[in-house]
């Protein structure tokens, strides 16, 4: 039977109904009643399974009377011999010992204790306490959405009674006495629109031509609703200039990714690079810019490849769940089996914790470890979630499983009728039959794979290396399958069979009797060298067939001979040598033909012999053999170089022959150049994950990978109601996935759609409605405008999840209009960090637009979008890779900085100075400092200074005079004009110190990197 448990909040009723005009005192105390909150409270946090203090466990009766590390903790009818009561209660003055934080048992709850261990400690059966998180099913964000009316807000100016947003932020200001600032100036909302939706500020003509806009559109007819200086009709129009822009997915992307924790390099002690890191960015920078429905945008991350496995963009998008780090070490080269789980425990940890950050803004790994002491999940939960995940490993794949096959296929396709074609060159031109392409299965004439062998042993081809031989029997001959081998042997000491037809071989060297490897076309495992006398026999245009001794093989002539239709005689030649390190001659090889001995020798590191036979027509069989000299087969290498076979007369050449040789000679050059096309155009891979069969998931006591606990099947947080359940431990991955995909993209689900409003107003604003996007829960803020934020999230679900409605909404509101210089004394006292929205919020620019801004102003902004990033850093190969930064100087460097190669363990100098985040963390919201390091690397750091000089030649080259170059200067800056004594100071600046000097400066001024 199922304990049942009693949360604390489910004990105020039967607390209230417990009062009774009798005196406590003489009635029994009721467990539940009286005792059960105390003790939940005060407790069972030190004292439960999950978290045994002194090895007690204070939830049950039973793990009272069991005790812990000094013995029973009751006992029942004796309370001065039961430790929970004995160390409750204060003596001598004393404070009590229990509980070590917080307030103790009051006088009356001890006493209360007291008399129910006296009465024996009644306990109703299968209770189990139950400590609970402070924020229960009740709690303001797991409620579903709740459209309260917009208000109608008829005091407020016309303008403001339009968009519903200025309603709301009306309302909420009008409650508390606060009247809206007024708008901004045409120039200081272009930039800030700009900064807001493409990250770029505006160029002077685009300040320009909105400036005319709004003067045009405020005098053609009587402006209603319009805001003075900022009309309706030329705020839309600029609205959707941006929004349509390529760069609008550049900046929100920037954003997505910094949650996503994304960077190209594993991190850990390793971090290893992630060449193939870039797609899933891509996939992002495209979503935004085609406004693709949110919640298709959630579960393409989530479950793409199993959703639309046809779909490169569907399957790249769970690059999203391998986004973050990943401990190479511990996942793959540990051999200790307790870190491997421990580093998978961690990995998906990360994957649980990112995605249910990002979607749902819930903190969930708070319950790794025991149930979460703040939100209403629990340990269970957190591992069930673990389970959705349990089938996937990260790793780079492909994007297509099809595409890679076709690849495959055309190319296995075009090196066979590469190789044909070949063999039939070879063939109408009379060139020689290479016996090492023969050993590696070939015709002789190319076909044969390199590094492919022969097995002493039993004749079969082998392509894996071997070392040793065991089970030798010196003296066996193997046949062999391939049509140009008779067979293989071990050769026995004095005679030997060396043909299926029974020839042998008399006389043969002392040797060990041992044998290495196979017969190789090419070198033989742990060769030393391949080079014999001059010549390196791996290198283009020469063979080398490899034979350690003790081996033995004899080629069959009359198939070459039928196969190949040759009728004269032939001509065997070859260059033997020495493959070893020892330099004292120490292998001998031999040849035979039809047996009789042709040619010997020993041989040694230096030593070389050139080999030539004729063979007539009536020879058979061609042996070559490799003994030890019997002093063991330790580095004894022989390899025979360019072993040929060629007609000892060259056939005559016919009109036909050549034009046969002509059309296959063509259609190589056709194969060579399909070979160069299809090598060029690989199958996309990108890192991801890998589907595999899901293991069993169990709950981790204290969230220790050695002390699994209980079994679970895959489903989702319960949000204060009934358990989410996916499936049963046996569902495939793909389904689990599938399952929360849904959960999180439900309509009805009360979070998704608020957390994403939320990130959206939290970077129009500078602070969300909801001051912590990605938490939630009870330990992140409350919302400020809650009403707001519900009609938000329900107009993005009416609006089929676009993001980009929501942006017009926000960005086209006289709230956001406002500006941020407004100084209302009495406002500021009411509401000094501006959470009601008064006026707009000033705002630092992040370290990537920053540096992005400087580009544009110096007009070396690279506007290459998509692909592999651009690499600011010399790279060194080592255990722990070594990224040495470089100044960024060149045109593939000075492209926008999402497109940087982001390591994580070595972060970039200057962009780090500027607040850019650790990407091994998930950052939902920028922190933003101010240091004295941060005005000394703007104004010294030697980007900054190269990207002075190009800005004041670009001023130089498209402004004639210094006033027109200050100017210039100003509107690429600041997109303003000059004050007048801002003039007068910059050119007495230019005048002495140089142009230069003047870009130095502004760039290095806090309006350049503050928006507003």
């Not at 005559?652 to 194969?671: F, G, N, V, Y």
């Not at 947080?717 to 431990?729: C, E, K, Q």
């Not at 592999?868 to 850093?873: A, S, T």
């Not at 002075?948 to 200067?969: G, K, N, P």
């Amino acid at each position: 039977m199922r304990r049942s448990t009693i949360p604390f909040r489910f004990l105020v009723l039967a607390l209230l109904t417990s009062a009774s005009t009798t005196n406590a005192a003489e009635q029994p105390p009721s467990f539940v009643a009286q005792l059960a909150q105390p003790l939940t409270e005060k407790c069972v946090r030190c004292h439960r399974p999950d978290n045994l203090e002194g090895g007690l466990d204070l939830t049950t009766r039973e793990g009272m009377l069991t005790g812990g590390d000094s013995g029973p903790g009751l006992v029942p009818g004796q309370p001065d011999d039961s430790p929970i009561y004995l160390r409750s209660v204060p003596r001598e003055g004393e404070i009590p010992e229990m509980p070590e934080e917080g307030a103790p048992l009051t006088a009356a709850q001890a006493d209360t204790l007291r008399r129910w261990i006296a009465d024996d400690a009644p306990w109703p059966e299968n209770l189990e306490l139950k400590e609970t998180a402070k924020a229960g099913a009740d709690f303001w964000s797991l409620q579903p959405l709740r459209e309260a009316p917009i208000p109608a807000v008829t005091d407020a100016p016309p303008s403001w009674q339009v968009n519903p947003i200025d309603r709301f932020i009306f309302d909420k200001l009008a409650q508390h006495e606060l009247t809206p600032a007024p708008a901004t100036d045409p120039v200081r909302f272009i930039r800030r629109l700009s900064f807001d939706l493409l990250g770029l500020p505006p160029s002077p003509q685009q300040v320009a031509d909105f400036q005319l806009d709004c003067q045009q559109s405020a005098t053609a007819a009587a402006q209603q609703t319009s805001q003075p200086g900022l009309p309706d009709e030329a705020v839309e129009r600029l609205i959707d200039q941006l929004l349509a822009r390529p760069q609008f997915g550049e900046r929100w992307a920037r954003h997505w990714l910094d949650i996503a924790h994304y960077a190209d390099t594993h991190g850990f002690e390793r971090d290893r690079r992630r060449d193939q890191a870039w797609p899933y960015r891509d996939y992002v920078i495209r979503s935004f810019n085609d406004d693709k429905p949110y919640d298709q945008f959630l579960r393409e991350q989530i479950a793409g490849d199993v959703l639309a496995p046809d779909n490169p963009d569907a399957v790249i998008a769970t690059g999203f769940l391998a986004a973050g780090p990943w401990d190479y070490v511990g996942q793959v080269e540990t051999k200790s089996s307790m870190l491997r789980r421990a580093a998978r425990s961690l990995d998906l940890d990360d994957m649980v914790t990112q995605v249910m950050a990002a979607t749902v803004g819930m903190t969930v790994n708070c319950a790794r470890c025991h149930d979460h002491k703040l939100d209403p999940i629990t340990q269970s939960e957190y591992y069930e979630l673990t389970a959705v995940f349990a089938g996937l490993r990260r790793a780079e794949r492909d994007v297509s499983p099809t595409a890679r096959q076709d690849y495959e296929a055309n190319r296995t396709r075009i090196e066979q009728q590469l190789s044909d074609v070949a063999a039939s060159l070879a063939r109408l031109k009379s060139d020689a039959i290479d016996l090492a392409d023969v050993v590696g299965g070939g015709d002789g004439y190319g076909t044969g794979k390199k590094g492919a062998g022969i097995d002493v042993r039993n004749g079969q081809t082998q392509a894996q290396p071997l070392a040793s031989l065991d089970n030798i029997q010196p003296g066996h001959f193997a046949t062999s399958a391939l049509p140009f081998v008779d067979g293989v042997f071990v050769p026995a000491v004095e005679q030997t069979q060396i043909t299926s037809s029974g020839l042998t071989a008399d006389n043969l060297p002392t040797h060990g009797g041992n044998a290495w490897d196979a017969i190789r076309n090419g070198p033989v495992t742990s060769q030393f060298s391949t080079q014999l006398g001059d010549v390196d026999y791996a290198t283009a245009g020469h063979s080398l067939l490899g034979l350690h001794a003790n081996a033995g093989i004899t080629f069959d002539l009359h198939a070459i001979r039928d196969t190949h239709a040759l009728n004269t005689p032939l001509r065997f030649s070859t260059v033997v040598g020495y493959g070893g390190r020892t330099v004292e001659p120490s292998a001998e090889y031999l040849v035979l033909l039809d047996g009789e001995l042709k040619s010997t020798g020993k041989l040694g590191r230096n030593d070389t012999a050139s080999v030539e036979l004729e063979l007539p027509d009536s020879a058979r069989f061609l042996t070559l053999i490799a003994t030890d000299g019997g002093n063991g087969y330790s580095h004894d290498q022989i390899s025979f170089g360019d072993p040929r076979l060629a007609e000892l007369k060259p056939r005559q050449s016919t009109p036909d022959r050549q034009e046969q040789i002509a059309e296959l000679e063509k259609r190589q050059q056709q194969l060579l150049q399909q070979q160069q096309e299809n090598a060029l155009q690989p199958p996309q891979v990108f890192f991801g994950v890998v589907a595999e069969s899901p293991p069993s998931t169990h709950i981790l006591i204290r969230g220790n990978p050695e002390t699994p606990g209980e079994a679970v099947a895959p489903g989702t947080l319960r949000l204060g109601g009934d358990a989410v359940n996916f499936g049963t431990t046996d569902m495939p991955d793909s389904q689990r996935r599938i399952a929360l995909a849904d959960w999180i993209t439900d309509p009805q689900n009360p979070l998704t759609a608020r957390v994403i409003v939320n990130r959206l107003w939290h970077h129009h604003f500078g602070r969300g409605i909801v001051g912590t996007p990605s938490d939630f829960g009870y330990g992140g803020e409350r919302p400020s405008h809650p009403e707001l934020l519900d009609w938000l999230a329900a107009e993005l679900i009416r609006a089929d999840w676009s993001l980009k409605h929501i942006h017009r909404l926000i960005v086209s509101s006289q709230t956001y209009r406002m500006t941020s210089r407004s100084s209302d004394p009495a406002a500021s006292q009411i509401d000094s960090d501006n959470h009601l929205l008064w006026r707009m919020n000033a705002r630092r620019l992040e370290a990537e637009a920053i540096r992005d801004a400087v580009l544009v102003c110096s007009g070396k902004l690279n506007p290459q979008m998509y692909g592999p990033g651009y690499r600011d850093f010399d790279y060194h190969d080592a255990y722990a890779p070594i990224y040495t930064y470089q100044t960024a100087d060149a045109p593939p460097l000075w492209r926008r900085s999402i497109y940087r190669f982001t390591v994580r363990t070595t972060p970039q100098p200057f962009l780090s100075t500027l607040d850019c985040p650790d990407p091994a963390t998930l950052t939902p919201s920028r922190n933003v400092t101010t240091t004295a390091l941060q005005s000394l690397a703007l104004f010294n750091n030697d980007f900054m200074l190269r990207q002075s000089q190009y800005f004041a030649q670009r001023l130089a080259d498209e402004a004639a005079s210094v006033d027109e170059q200050i100017r210039l200067a100003f509107q690429l800056v600041f997109a303003r004009a000059a004050a007048p004594e801002e003039r007068a100071a910059a050119r007495q600046l230019v005048d002495k110190q140089g142009l230069q000097h003047l870009c130095r400066v502004l760039l290095n001024t806090n309006e350049f990197v503050t928006i507003d």
